[in-house]
């Protein structure tokens, strides 16, 4: 797009409007609006932001600007069946297609996506081409094309790689200062587990504990539960109707423990995560930071520990970072924003540095 052919209508004042009246929330953060003021101008904007930054909202609330229709290509099901679902309950016409569906509920969806009931559309990558001609044939408008979970985009194929070369590029900090980061040694998983116990057994807020097998994320469930300890496992192991079933139990809080595999959150968005657990270190430092983002996404303190034994790293491939991580006696915050490239960052709170005081943004 080019700046003088924006779709939307209206600017920042009208889109501040729409955050307070259809989502609730009473200010944008300061990288939010780094996205939306170029986007609302028609440049392209490639967003690179921390998980638990407001991603999806700088793409959903534009479609609400716009008269056309927006796309968002979503690698993940569960994904898109969370973000559509919030969207439905506050009354945004939205919808999916996925394998999910049968047949008949894909023509249905895509009757709505053409004849103009439907304000945002999510697909899978492998849907997006077909979905084009329909949508050209009728002369329905796209007023916007959003590609959420764009890290994952090496999984999806070479032919995507041009668009993206010619987007603009925005980049804004990976901090996320509410997020208190530790990392704690054991001396055999007895006392791992130990440890585990104490931490869910906080009262307030849910927790999500990732473990490197399903073998084993079934046996550390099955054990909080006889300790009387609510947890439910998750995993691709599961059906899809019970990897459903826990994810409606966690998001409505009935499961407010999950212990699951690495299969388990992204795109998940529950804002009162307060604990992110690794039963060992992960293979590497940007897929940990993408796990244990999930915590403390409304803005209030929160942490995300690392339950370590010197024997993990003889079975695990990790890379030489993680090992950094977990053994060098430095500022975790300040090494996992390193490996990002971003320096000179305070710490608000870590086991190395300490807690400090933190206030949350309004």
């Known amino acids: 797009m080019s700046p003088a052919s924006s779709p939307f209508c209206g600017g920042l004042a009208t889109a501040r409007l729409l955050l307070h009246e259809r989502f609730g929330h009473p200010a944008f953060r300061v990288h939010q609006l780094k996205v939306l003021g170029p986007l609302l101008a028609g440049r392209s904007v490639l967003a690179v932001l921390p998980t638990g930054a407001g991603k999806s909202l700088c793409?959903?609330?534009?479609?609400?600007?716009?008269?056309g229709l927006t796309l968002v290509v979503s690698p993940l099901i569960s994904l898109m069946q969370d973000q559509v679902g919030a969207l439905r309950r506050r009354g945004v016409a939205a919808a999916y297609l996925n394998s999910l569906l049968t047949a008949d509920q894909r023509r249905l969806i895509l009757d709505r996506a053409v004849s103009g009931q439907l304000r945002i559309l999510y697909c899978a990558p492998e849907?997006?081409?077909?979905?084009?001609?329909?949508?050209?044939?009728?002369?329905?408008?796209?007023?916007?094309?959003?590609?959420?979970?764009?890290?994952?985009?090496?999984?999806?194929?070479?032919?995507?790689?041009?668009?993206?070369?010619?987007?603009?590029?925005?980049?804004?900090?990976?901090?996320?200062?509410?997020?208190?980061?530790?990392?704690?040694?054991?001396?055999?998983?007895r006392e791992r587990f130990a440890?585990?116990?104490?931490?869910?057994?906080?009262?307030?807020?849910?927790?999500?504990?990732?473990?490197?097998?399903?073998?084993?994320?079934?046996?550390?469930?099955?054990?909080?539960?006889?300790?009387?300890?609510?947890?439910?496992?998750?995993?691709?192991?599961?059906?899809?109707?019970?990897?459903?079933?826990?994810?409606?139990?966690?998001?409505?809080?009935?499961?407010?423990?999950?212990v699951a595999t690495s299969a388990f959150g992204m795109g998940i968005d529950k804002a009162d995560v307060r604990r992110v657990i690794h039963w060992?270190?992960?293979?590497?430092?940007?897929?940990?930071?993408?796990?244990?983002?999930?915590?403390?996404?409304?803005?209030?303190?929160?942490e995300c520990v690392l339950v370590w034994h010197p024997s993990d790293c003889a079975w695990t491939d990790g890379a030489a970072e993680v090992r950094r991580y977990v053994e060098a006696p430095r500022c975790r915050r300040g090494t996992l924003l390193a490996y990002f490239g971003e320096r000179g960052v305070a710490c608000s709170g870590c086991d190395v540095c300490g807690v400090g005081s933190y206030r949350p943004s309004p």
């Open 127 to 189: 849907r997006l081409a077909a979905l084009v001609r329909p949508l050209s044939r009728a002369g329905r408008a796209v007023s916007l094309l959003a590609v959420d979970e764009a890290h994952c985009i090496v999984e999806w194929g070479n032919e995507f790689r041009p668009v993206y070369r010619r987007l603009d590029r925005l980049v804004t900090s990976f901090d996320r200062p509410n997020l208190v980061f530790r990392v704690e040694r054991v001396r055999d998983d």
């Open 195 to 258: 440890r585990l116990r104490a931490l869910v057994r906080v009262p307030k807020g849910t927790s999500i504990v990732y473990t490197p097998t399903r073998r084993l994320a079934e046996l550390v469930t099955r054990a909080l539960l006889r300790m009387g300890v609510r947890a439910a496992p998750y995993h691709a192991g599961l059906t899809a109707d019970m990897r459903r079933r826990v994810l409606r139990a966690f998001l409505s809080g009935h499961a407010p423990i999950v």
């Open 59 to 67: 793409f959903q609330l534009p479609a609400l600007m716009a008269p």
């Open 280 to 302: 060992g270190p992960p293979r590497a430092l940007e897929g940990y930071y993408q796990e244990a983002g999930r915590a403390g996404r409304d803005g209030r303190r929160s």
